[in-house]
């Protein structure tokens, strides 16, 4: 590559990363407002509540910014980039369209993203155990347990598409897809998309945040921009968890006339799992703490080996 089209790859990740989320997050409240007959969102504005994320905005910004005096304060101000930044680093290897539309091809991209994924959820443990909070600690500590809980699922989910592809990198394994992958993988999707919001802690996997018992978790303390830069990160990672699982298990830009439309393919799977994530928030009550945990172990865990140990069979009889 040279310069121009390094520039131009960067740009056009960060201009994603910047547009997306917002749009996931202003969709959110239109859905909800649809879902439960809210009418708030509807208002600000005038027409469908239009400048309900303008407002948000500027509330954000009006918020004092406060540090509590028991925290440690160069970790509390650093946890929301932690929390967002990889988000950000893992658009970077996702494929958005064929012949080479994506910011960098890595040859074990599985593995890169997944692994920068998990660097995320440490913005949550370093805001919970910098804020000299005993409800901030408690929701850290869930949110560490629920990581290490549903980080093998999603990897072992992950690692039956490289296997059938026969490789590690997101763009290779798109050149290998064949649409009759998508119900013989449906189970490892399902565990890896679950996996995935259980791990941004999205309904009905948020015990870790769960107002009525801690508050807000591990944000407790945090307000103004600070938080806005925590919401930014859950609404990013949406965005990066739809994504990759439209890459993985629904094709990514393969669809009708993908050699010029594979772009627009690989927006609409992934805006309407988007979707599907805002839908789960509205129609499915909050587990408690122990109840995610044994989903993990003794549902997800199983199909996720049993859905592997499937791939195996049939790369050896199709060899």
Known sequence: MDVLDVVWRLL???????????????AEHKVMAHMQGRLGPMHAGGFHGWAQLVADGVKFAQKEDTVPAGADRRIFRLAPAVALIPYLVVLIAIP?????????????????????????????????????NKYSLL???????????????????????????GTLSLPGILDAFEWWWVPWQLAGGLVFFTAGLAELQRPPFDAPIAPEEIIFGAYTEYSGLRFALFLLAEYAGIVVISALTAVLFLGGWHGPASDS????????????????????????PRLRADQIQRFAWTVLVPVALAQLALTGIIRVVTA
């Open 12 to 26: 056009a990740v960060l201009v994603a990363f910047l547009v997306l989320p917002l749009l996931v997050g202003q």
């Open 139 to 165: 929701g850290a500590l869930r949110t560490a347990a629920q990581l290490m809980a549903y980080e093998l699922p999603l990897l072992l989910a992950a690692a039956s598409v490289a296997m059938a592809a």
């Open 96 to 132: 958005v369209g064929p012949d080479g539309f994506v910011g960098q091809t890595l040859d074990a991209g599985i593995f890169f993203v997944l692994a920068v994924l998990g660097v995320g959820v440490l913005g949550s443990l370093m805001a919970g155990w910098a804020s000299a």
């Open 261 to 284: 439309l594979g772009w627009l393919w690989m927006l609409l799977k992934t805006g309407a799992l988007s979707f599907a994530v805002i839908w789960a928030r509205v129609a499915w």
